[in-house]
């Protein structure tokens, strides 16, 4: 016997045992009962942003309204330590699904375009859960984070030289991108390819005007988000680049502002109500 063939036979063992582990966990009914309350927790947040920049739209600008905001309030409200511990693994769970279903989607792609185009999305996503779940079990230890200090500071420290400000500069252009991806995806009923059909005709014009709304108000959003990271490029102005917060403030100081931000800010919200209606049509 060949020791390098025994050795490769038994790491081909190790990977197909570790492979169909992996499929059997990430498929089991308890794991996607978890997974699902990250979509829960998602709304949770997006609904509190959502009400966040409607403040701010009103004149009322205590509270941040980006994610730090939102996780900073559930953690101040009675048992809300407790639902962020809950909420921050199941976010954790969702991305660990979504991790799989890159893998083993791009497996079963019928062509490279779609595989690529799959691996791409499915990762960002878990991405956004799992930055997200880490930020809401911080906040559950008792710490906390300012996201858009935290984005200023990113800012500051690339612009002191031109390739970090070429890193500003795409990093807008990929947000923009983002964006412009939930916009298209809103207004194209593209969100109903991730859902089940619900049953109830009630139900479906639910999900349909909360997804069509929600998807485009967050691209908006993160379109005015990557507005502001070039114009702190061009600027070299770190102060510019402040994530979602710095963008509502932004666009209510622009003329009839407050009436734009208001659609926005209630789109928003509405994306947090159509996140919780995917925790239970969603196929997981």
Not at 109 to 135: E, I, P, Q
Not at 256 to 264: C, I, N, P, Q, T
């Amino acid at each position: 016997m060949n020791p390098l063939e025994d050795a490769g036979r038994a790491a081909r063992d190790g990977a197909e045992a570790a492979e169909r582990t992996a499929e059997t966990v990430t498929d089991h009914p308890v794991f996607g009962g978890i997974a699902r309350g990250g979509f829960v927790m998602s709304g949770l947040v997006h609904v509190l942003i959502g009400w966040f920049a409607l403040r701010v739209a009103l004149g009322d600008s205590g509270q941040d309204a980006d994610q730090s905001g939102a996780l900073r309030t559930v953690a101040a409200a009675p048992g809300g330590n407790l639902l962020l511990w809950i909420g921050g693994l199941a976010m954790l769970a969702l991305a660990l699904w979504h991790l799989a279903e890159a893998y083993f989607g791009a497996k079963w792609a019928d062509d490279d375009c779609r595989r690529v185009t799959h691996v791409v999305t499915t990762l960002g996503k878990a991405g956004v859960y799992g930055a997200l779940g880490v930020t809401a079990l911080r906040f559950a230890a008792g710490g906390s984070s300012d996201s858009g200090q935290q984005t200023s500071e990113l800012t500051a420290g690339l612009l002191g030289s031109p390739v970090g400000r070429g890193a500003v500069v795409l990093l807008g252009l990929v947000v923009l991108a983002i964006g412009g991806y939930h916009v298209v995806k809103g207004a194209g009923r593209g969100f109903e390819d991730d859902l089940r059909p619900p049953g109830d005709q009630r139900i479906s014009m639910v999900v349909l005007v909360t997804g069509v709304i929600g998807y485009i108000a967050k691209g908006v959003a993160l379109i005015a988000v990557g507005i502001l990271f070039g114009w702190a490029a061009i600027g070299s102005d770190p102060e510019k680049a402040t994530g979602l917060d710095g963008a509502f403030q932004t666009v209510a100081s622009l003329p009839a502002g407050a009436v734009l931000l208001v659609v926005v800010a209630v789109g928003v919200m509405l994306y947090g109500v159509y996140a919780v209606l995917r925790s239970r049509y969603a196929p997981l």
